[in-house]
């Protein structure tokens, strides 16, 4: 009996072990922790036993000092300014890596994102701009423009086979160039008074980072450090300190110590050494030779693999299971002290946000689309129609986590900047639903 129970148990404990890691490895996984610390954040800002609490701790301030050099900043500050730097890092070293080896490596293949990118932020701006025009408002054009690319591709993922392959592939190519125009927009037009000495030094660094990529220096540590320095730089500069994420991305080495010639040559070498001082009866562990020849395996593999592509890999989990979460706890408690605050559409702010993601984004994405399809400068997905373009297109309103975040640069006072995260957190939920039924009924129509 004993025996069994412990069986039993075993056997348990690797079936949730395997769920928890089949979990954490899927890709709706951060959409699903993103829900979840958004409810949660929303419950702690209207609880009257915890709103005074969540807003204390948002406030409360903390810092570094090293000599005579200190760096003070809020909860929230550390948050939006230090760990979003990690987040628009990510962003940075994805977009690099498709443009020098993924979906928009070649005109043919980035021709059709980048058209429905743009329609996907110029039809919501436009939208915004028509309810806001010379109102207090004004400022809050780009808050429509972002989308939710972990929502957007962890719905898609969701629909299986509903959604042609080819059609996850141009969504996930679209977010990224859309990531790219909020980088831009955020860099361009919700940027401070700068400091042009701090910006001057920081990209002195960035060029002696350059420099030391062409000249094939390797060391991770040997970016990332000097990375910080450019951080603190561009915090104290003016222009949004997240930008310093992006651009150091770009001057990570993406090519790697060894090709794939010469790791195909050594692992073979090194495997061929590793038979040969094998001992029968004898474990690798008491094996010196076996033991020299594994780590040297593992060094090659390790070094056929860039730094780029390396930190990409690694860094993914932090993002979708800290990061973004930890943000979203943040930025999303909003309070609502009546349901006359939900009404966002009783201001031109909130209709303005509301109708540009959940109508401008995709007529934007399918029109442009459908044009650049027309005009010949691009080629449907293999697979799919319009009407499956146009359901894929309604998940582009998500905009959530960059909306939200533009949102907070673009308003200054708080109960507007609670207004338009009510709008982005409607919008969101509204765009998603209007995305799966669409989805579910185009593809339906496609089975009959």
Not at 35 to 56: C, G, P, Q, R, S
Not at 337 to 349: A, G, H, I, V, W
């Amino acid at each position: 009996m004993e025996h069994n129970y412990s069986y039993k148990r075993k056997r348990n404990w690797y079936l949730m072990r395997r769920r928890s890691l089949g979990f954490f490895g899927s890709q709706w996984a951060g959409g699903i922790m993103l829900i979840a610390f958004a409810a949660i954040a929303m419950v702690l800002a209207n609880l009257d036993a915890t709103k005074h609490i969540y807003h204390e701790v948002l406030a409360t301030s903390f810092g570094l000092q090293i000599g005579e050099l200190a760096l003070t900043l809020s909860v929230e500050h550390w948050i939006n300014d230090a760990l979003m730097v990690i987040f628009f890092f990510v962003v940075g070293l994805e977009i690099k890596s498709e443009v020098i080896a993924g979906k928009l490596s070649s005109i043919k293949q980035a021709s059709l994102p980048i058209a429905a990118a743009i329609g996907g932020m110029v039809v919501p701006a436009l939208i915004y701009v028509f309810f806001n025009v010379n109102s207090d408002y004004a400022n809050g054009w780009g808050v429509p423009m972002a989308t939710d690319i972990a929502f957007a591709i962890g719905i898609l993922s969701l629909m299986g086979n509903k959604v042609p392959l080819s059609l996850k592939v141009f969504l996930t190519a679209l977010a990224i160039v859309d990531d790219l125009g909020a980088i831009l927009l955020i860099a361009i037009f919700y940027t401070s008074q700068i400091n042009i000495w701090s910006l001057v030094a920081a990209f002195v660094l960035l060029a002696i980072l350059y420099w030391m990529n062409k000249r094939g220096f390797k060391r991770t540590e040997l970016y990332i450090i000097p990375g910080i320095a450019i951080w603190i730089l561009f915090l104290n500069s003016g222009v949004h300190a997240t930008i310093s994420g992006v651009l150091l991305a770009m001057v990570i080495p993406s090519k790697p110590r060894f090709t794939k010639k010469y790791f195909s040559y050594k692992i073979k070498y090194f495997l061929s050494n590793f038979n040969q001082k094998d001992r029968e009866g004898v474990e690798i562990l008491s094996n010196d030779s076996q033991l020299h020849a594994l780590e040297n395996v593992k060094n090659i593999a390790h070094n056929t693999v860039s730094i780029s592509q390396r930190l990409e890999h690694a860094l993914h989990p932090l993002i979708a299971f800290f990061i973004m979460p930890i943000f979203a706890l943040a930025n999303a408690g909003v309070g609502v002290q009546s349901l006359q605050d939900l009404q966002f559409y009783n201001t031109t702010q909130g209709l303005g946000i509301f109708l540009g993601l959940v109508v401008g984004k995709p007529i934007g994405i399918a029109v442009f689309s459908w044009l650049a399809i027309k005009l010949k400068l691009a080629v449907m997905p293999i697979g799919a129609n319009m009407s499956m373009l146009w359901a894929v297109a309604c998940l582009g309103g998500i905009g959530f986590t960059m909306s939200i975040f533009i949102t907070n640069l673009a308003f200054h006072e708080p109960n507007v900047v609670d207004m338009g995260k009510i709008a982005v957190l409607i919008a969101s939920v509204v765009a998603a639903t209007i995305g799966i039924i669409a989805i579910n009924i185009v593809s339906r129509k496609r089975t009959l």
